[in-house]
């Protein structure tokens, strides 16, 4: 562990207690609150991604893995816009070197948001750059970003099937809407923005074909594995670790000795020592699976293959920690029934964060299977 990840890990640690506290009132507000964002650019932490050579600490990928996880155990919502903000620096550490240079010269404080449905945004070629125009959801992070990725279909020539593209959109160029009412993650702000006949510059533009793994447009000034990752394969590990984190959160905070149910201490009943071994194989499971896959795709290129096994083990790592978090939240009892309180809040977040369309099973399970049957892959990002 290099001095900078100690740094950053104590100071994430230290930030708990208040970003436990503070996790109604991010609910409440469907956004982070200013605080806690001040909080965060203070110590530093939405820079864990960015390139050494802006100021940033440049850590291993499993960082969204380690300290995702470590955040979320008290405050999902903001683990969620933490990760999201992380991978966006390291994501634009991928870009063209002038639309780093423009984003970060400004300020390498900036937040960046993103939607990453392709359908939602159409682009058209035109002289040195592309006119986008769309409407995409779950852009969290939205309120304080000033820049946002929003993923498109690029109309190249009307002869050849659209590019998937990657367009960076100022915020004066796109409007929120603000629509963000949820059942869990509340506190993530992911907004719809839309725009309508925008230009963009062809360096703030990045093809998903130079994301697939191997050196991109910014390899040449961030040489790190970081900017040489294959950001589609490994979409799942870049948000799983909030699933984990709560269910860590919820079987290390469970204390039932207090309890008493037909006279027998909570504690002393079989089957709560049962559920509790099971939750903890599930989440335990789920951890070594999302740090042994960040490891992996951090130290070699992988082939086809490989990547659709990435999308097929994230997304069953979140399947087990959500496992979790559901018999955790039976041993808690009826006191997860309110709406307010910690407990049910992990309940709704952790099904929240299954709903991601990178952790649907079935979908990785079909790409996984194609692929390893020796048919052509059905995910054209990888």
Same mark, same amino acid.
């Given at each position: 562990?290099?001095?900078? @990840?100690?740094?950053?890990?104590?100071?994430?640690?230290?930030?708990?207690?208040?970003?436990?506290?503070?996790?109604?009132?991010?609910?409440?507000?469907?956004?982070?609150?200013?605080?806690?964002?001040?909080?965060?650019?203070?110590?530093?932490?939405?820079?864990?991604?960015?390139?050494?050579?802006?100021?940033?600490?440049?850590?291993? &990928?499993?960082?969204?893995?380690?300290?995702?996880?470590?955040?979320?155990?008290?405050?999902?919502?903001?683990?969620?816009?933490?990760?999201?903000?992380?991978?966006?620096?390291?994501?634009?550490?991928?870009?063209?070197?002038?639309?780093?240079?423009?984003?970060?010269?400004?300020?390498?404080?900036?937040?960046?948001?993103?939607?990453?449905?392709?359908?939602?945004?159409?682009?058209?070629?035109?002289?040195?750059?592309?006119?986008?125009?769309?409407?995409?959801?779950?852009?969290?992070?939205?309120?304080?970003?000033?820049?946002?990725?929003? $993923?498109?279909?690029?109309?190249?020539?009307?002869?050849?099937?659209?590019?998937?593209?990657?367009?960076?959109?100022?915020?004066?160029?796109?409007?929120?809407?603000?629509?963000?009412?949820?059942?869990?993650?509340?506190?993530?702000?992911?907004?719809?923005?839309?725009?309508?006949?925008?230009?963009?510059?062809? @360096?703030?533009?990045?093809?998903?074909?130079?994301?697939? *793994?191997?050196?991109?447009?910014?390899?040449?000034?961030?040489?790190?594995?970081?900017?040489?990752?294959?950001?589609? $394969?490994?979409?799942? &590990?870049?948000?799983?670790?909030?699933?984990?984190?709560? $269910?860590?959160?919820?079987?290390?905070?469970?204390?039932?000795?207090?309890?008493?149910?037909?006279?027998?201490?909570?504690?002393?009943?079989?089957?709560?020592?049962?559920?509790?071994?099971?939750?903890?194989?599930?989440?335990?499971?789920?951890?070594?699976?999302?740090?042994?896959?960040?490891?992996?795709?951090?130290?070699?290129?992988?082939?086809?293959?490989?990547?659709?096994?990435?999308?097929?083990?994230?997304?069953?790592?979140?399947?087990?920690?959500?496992? $979790?978090?559901?018999?955790?939240? *039976?041993?808690?009892?009826?006191?997860?029934?309110?709406?307010?309180?910690?407990?049910?809040?992990?309940?709704?977040?952790?099904?929240?964060?299954?709903?991601?369309?990178?952790?649907?099973?079935?979908?990785? *399970?079909?790409?996984? *299977?194609?692929?390893?049957?020796?048919?052509?892959?059905?995910?054209?990002?990888?």
């Amino acid at each position: 562990m290099t001095g900078i @990840h100690e740094k950053l890990w104590a100071s994430a640690e230290a930030l708990l207690p208040t970003l436990r506290e503070r996790a109604a009132r991010c609910e409440e507000l469907r956004r982070l609150p200013d605080e806690t964002l001040r909080d965060f650019h203070d110590a530093g932490l939405f820079r864990a991604h960015q390139p050494q050579r802006v100021g940033g600490a440049e850590l291993e &990928f499993e960082t969204v893995v380690t300290f995702g996880a470590l955040l979320a155990g008290a405050c999902a919502s903001t683990s969620w816009n933490w990760v999201n903000f992380t991978i966006h620096h390291m994501m634009l550490g991928m870009f063209p070197p002038q639309a780093q240079d423009e984003i970060w010269g400004k300020s390498p404080d900036t937040l960046i948001a993103s939607s990453s449905v392709f359908p939602a945004g159409r682009a058209r070629k035109v002289q040195d750059g592309y006119v986008v125009s769309g409407r995409w959801p779950f852009s969290s992070g939205v309120d304080p970003s000033e820049w946002n990725m929003l $993923a498109g279909l690029a109309r190249l020539d009307d002869n050849l099937p659209p590019e998937q593209r990657i367009f960076l959109l100022h915020r004066s160029q796109y409007k929120v809407i603000d629509n963000w009412f949820a059942g869990g993650l509340r506190g993530t702000g992911s907004k719809d923005v839309e725009t309508s006949e925008v230009f963009v510059p062809e @360096h703030l533009t990045l093809a998903v074909a130079d994301t697939k *793994g191997g050196p991109t447009p910014g390899s040449a000034v961030n040489p790190g594995p970081l900017y040489r990752m294959p950001v589609f $394969a490994l979409f799942p &590990f870049m948000l799983s670790g909030v699933a984990l984190g709560i $269910a860590e959160g919820l079987i290390d905070d469970y204390k039932p000795a207090s309890g008493r149910m037909t006279g027998a201490r909570v504690a002393e009943i079989q089957s709560t020592q049962i559920r509790l071994g099971e939750a903890t194989a599930y989440a335990r499971a789920s951890r070594l699976v999302q740090l042994a896959n960040c490891r992996e795709a951090q130290e070699s290129l992988p082939d086809l293959k490989t990547k659709a096994r990435f999308r097929l083990e994230g997304a069953y790592a979140v399947e087990w920690a959500v496992r $979790a978090v559901d018999v955790m939240f *039976g041993l808690y009892g009826a006191g997860g029934l309110y709406e307010s309180g910690h407990v049910p809040r992990a309940f709704r977040d952790a099904h929240a964060v299954k709903q991601h369309f990178s952790f649907n099973t079935d979908i990785a *399970g079909t790409t996984y *299977g194609r692929v390893a049957l020796g048919l052509p892959s059905d995910n054209p990002t990888l």
